[in-house]
C-alpha cells in the first residue's frame, strides 16, 4: 500500500506521471522537499532476517516473494563463491560447514535500488512505473497490466508479479511511512544500524554524510542507471 495520491499529475521521467501525496493535514509532506537515499553497511549485517519479516508484515508481501532479502557469501582461498538465500533470509541462516578452505564470508542484503536512470519506468508500455520528486520508484497499481516487461527489466532482479493481484510488485521504500515522517520497516527493525536511510536535501543529513564522504559503492555501476541504493564494506563478489 502507497500513499494516497491527489488528482494534480507531474511528469517525472520518460514515460511516467507522478502525483504528489494528498496533504491531510498542516504542514503536511512535500515531496519537493525531500530526496531519498538508502545505505546498506554489509560489515554490519548479521543474516538475522529481522529487516525481511518486518517488510513483509508492513507491505502485505505474499509467502515466497521478497521486497527486500538477504544472501549470504562464502568465497574459498580458490576463489569459488558460494551465494545462498534461503526463503530470502526470511528465517535468518543456519550455521554452515562447507569443507571448503572459507577465507571470507559476509550477508549482503538486497532491495529496489530506485536508480535514478531506471529501466524500468523506460520499459513500462502504460506510465505504470514511474518515479517520484523525491527519488522513489513506485508502481500504480490500477495502471498495471501485468505485462511483466518490467520484470524482466530490472537488472537487480527486484520486481515481481503478484500472485493475487497480478501486478507488478516492489520495494516501494515504505513511502505510506515516509510521507508521515517515519522511516521505512526494514531500517527500523534492523537490530545492529546495518541499514540507513537518507535525506540529501536535509541539512547535515547522516547518510548523505557518508556518501558525500566515505567509500561507497553501487550494484553494477557499468549500467549506467545511477541507483540510489549505496553499500559500506562492498565486496567485489557481490553481484
Not at 571448503?100 to 505504470?128: E, M, Y
Request: aromatic residues 8%; charged residues 20%; glycine residues 8%.
Amino acid at each position: 500500500m502507497i500513499a494516497t495520491l491527489s488528482d494534480s499529475s507531474r511528469r517525472v521521467g520518460s514515460g511516467s506521471t507522478a502525483t504528489q501525496p494528498t496533504a491531510t493535514a498542516p504542514g503536511a509532506y512535500d515531496w519537493t522537499k525531500h530526496k531519498y537515499v538508502y545505505i546498506i553497511d554489509t560489515r554490519k549485517c548479521i543474516g538475522c532476517g529481522a529487516c525481511v519479516r518486518a517488510c513483509t508484515r508492513e507491505n502485505d508481501v505474499p509467502p515466497h516473494y521478497f521486497r527486500t532479502w538477504v544472501e549470504r557469501y562464502q568465497v574459498s582461498r580458490t576463489g569459488d563463491v558460494n551465494v545462498e538465500s534461503p526463503n530470502g533470509a526470511m528465517d535468518g541462516f543456519e550455521p554452515e560447514v562447507t569443507g571448503d578452505d572459507v577465507t571470507k564470508a559476509f550477508f549482503f542484503p538486497k532491495l529496489c535500488c530506485h536508480c535514478t536512470n531506471t529501466p524500468c519506468v523506460q520499459l513500462c508500455p502504460v506510465g505504470a512505473s514511474y518515479r517520484t520528486l523525491d527519488g522513489v520508484v513506485l508502481v500504480d497499481q490500477k495502471r498495471c497490466i501485468g505485462c511483466g516487461y518490467c520484470v524482466q527489466g530490472c537488472p537487480y532482479g527486484t520486481r515481481f508479479i503478484h500472485p493475487v493481484t497480478h501486478t507488478a510488485s516492489k520495494c516501494t521504500l515504505c513511502y505510506h511511512r515516509l510521507t508521515r515522517g517515519l522511516t521505512t520497516a526494514c531500517v527500523q527493525a534492523c537490530p545492529v544500524g546495518a541499514r540507513m536511510l537518507g535525506d540529501t536535501k536535509k541539512v547535515g543529513d547522516r547518510v548523505a554524510e557518508i556518501i558525500a564522504t566515505e567509500r561507497v559503492q553501487v550494484l553494477q555501476p557499468e549500467l549506467l542507471t545511477e541507483p540510489n541504493c549505496y553499500y559500506l564494506g562492498f565486496s567485489r563478489e557481490a553481484r
